[in-house]
């Protein structure tokens, strides 16, 4: 299937970009959105883009706790998305430890090809959005203009991870800004 020149997206990371990084969250009560994320969210669907979450959840496979529960942290995040008026398209999740070499973890690119294979993506026109340089890579790797937010562990990065990513914004809200005037 070919892409449509018109579907393009916005890919997220989860943990340090929408919501602080709590180490292996198995808990969906603990999530509390950054400030800023739901209009945010509600620009960048405005300005026609679609939202994708794409986020690494080794504690799956680390033993630490399971699908459901993930399933159930991306439910309260939707949840909580949806009653400030934002949408999620979809959420995507790489359950593998980072040994176990599967193609679907960032910065591998196995959840953009499958959200270019759901929404006929033009990955080229696409924006990653994420607080750590696996996050800034896995853009990069499919042509896609990648934003490090210095959120979560971004404040940390050093400048190589600043020098790779195409823009360096203060939070999801000031990446939202730029993405827009693209």
């Avoid at 991306?74 to 359950?95: E, M, Q, S, T």
């Avoid at 959005?129 to 404040?155: F, I, M, P, Q, Y």
Wanted: proline share 5%; hydrophobic share 35%.
């Amino acid at each position: 299937m070919r892409p449509n020149p018109k579907n393009r997206a916005v890919f997220l990371d989860r943990d340090g970009t929408l919501f602080p990084d709590a180490d292996y969250l198995d808990d969906p009560s603990k999530i509390r959105l950054f400030p800023g994320v739901i209009p945010a969210l509600k620009k960048i669907k405005a300005g026609g883009w679609k939202v994708i979450v794409g986020t690494n959840q080794s504690g799956i496979g680390r033993g630490y706790f399971s699908h459901a529960t993930v399933r159930g942290i991306h439910a309260r995040l939707l949840a909580l998305c949806r009653g400030g008026g934002a949408r999620i398209d979809k959420i995507y999740y790489c359950p593998h430890r980072p040994d176990q070499g599967c193609s679907c973890r960032k910065p591998r690119t196995g959840m953009l090809k499958a959200a270019r294979r759901d929404f006929r993506l033009d990955l080229k026109k696409c924006v990653v959005v994420g607080d750590k340089r696996c996050d800034v890579d896995w853009g990069r790797a499919v042509g896609a203009k990648s934003v490090l937010v210095l959120t979560g562990h971004g404040r940390k990065s050093g400048a190589a991870t600043r020098r790779r990513a195409h823009r360096v914004a203060k939070t999801l809200a000031h990446a939202a800004d730029w993405i827009l005037e693209q």
